[in-house]
T-cell receptor, first 109, second 121 residues
Framework: EIVLTQSPATLSLSPGERATLSCRASQSVSSYLAWYQQKPGQAPRLLIYDASNRATGIPARFSGSGSGTDFTLTISSLEPEDFAVYYC???????????FGPGTKVDIK | QVQLQESGPGLVKPSQTLSLTCTVSGGSISSGDYYWSWIRQPPGKGLEWIGYIYYSGSTYYNPSLKSRVTISVDTSKNQFSLKLSSVTAADTAVYYCASARFGEGEPIDYWGQGTLVTVSS
């Protein structure tokens, strides 16, 4: 079973700053990693799939990188609406299914 | 654009069976484009994948829940359903239905709004 670890657990930043979030897999997931944003009281929203592809309608300030076991989500300049919790997700062949990381909360410093 | 809507009781007694239905609109559940998924989130905690079903009826479940979970699909109604048996307070969560893109990676493109299910006597 592949385990996803996210760091840091909380990231305190100011609007306009750069945010760098990490997701590490316990074994290689190739490039099959996705990132989601979740705001309080809302369902998660897909930001990035296949490690680096922005989903439809996602602003260019969001970018993803990485492959194998180490992945990064970067928000180049934080907007007020970007303060939220971010989850990574992978899909495994065995046992088949999806796994989420524990999340990184980006809050206002 | 696919839209999903969960429905079902918001309160379930311990040891009983939790039953939820997800109605899909804006697309056909038989399209073959998605795995139709259930994901839950206990209050203040992270996301947990419960399982998913393909339109053909093939199912895949989280090993930690497999003995208690059944996911089924009704293509005629464009719906899929979740049953979770022998519930306890630990099953209290917001339950989301969602669509995971068929193929590599399986990112989740669309989510329902979520429904809170509380397990309490």
């Amino acid at each position: 079973e592949i385990v996803l670890t996210q760091s840091p657990a909380t990231l305190s930043l100011s609007p306009g700053e750069r945010a760098t979030l990490s997701c590490r897999a316990s074994q290689s997931v190739s490039s099959y990693l996705a990132w989601y944003q979740q705001k309080p009281g809302q369902a998660p929203r897909l930001l990035i799939y296949d490690a680096s592809n922005r989903a439809t309608g996602i602003p260019a300030r969001f970018s993803g990188s990485g492959s194998g076991t180490d992945f990064t989500l970067t928000i180049s300049s934080l907007e007020p609406e970007d303060f939220a919790v971010y989850y990574c997700q992978q899909r495994s062949n065995w046992p088949p299914g999806l796994t989420f990381g524990p999340g990184t909360k980006v809050d206002i410093k | 654009q696919v839209q999903l809507q969960e429905s079902g009781p918001g309160l379930v007694k311990p040891s009983q069976t939790l039953s939820l239905t997800c109605t899909v609109s804006g697309g056909s559940i038989s399209s073959g484009d998605y795995y139709w998924s259930w994901i839950r989130q206990p209050p203040g905690k992270g996301l947990e994948w419960i399982g998913y079903i393909y339109y053909s009826g093939s199912t895949y479940y989280n090993p930690s829940l497999k003995s208690r979970v059944t996911i089924s699909v009704d293509t005629s109604k464009n719906q899929f359903s979740l049953k979770l048996s022998s519930v306890t307070a630990a099953d209290t969560a917001v339950y989301y239905c969602a669509s995971a893109r068929f193929g590599e990676g399986e990112p989740i493109d669309y989510w329902g709004q979520g429904t809170l299910v509380t397990v309490s006597s």
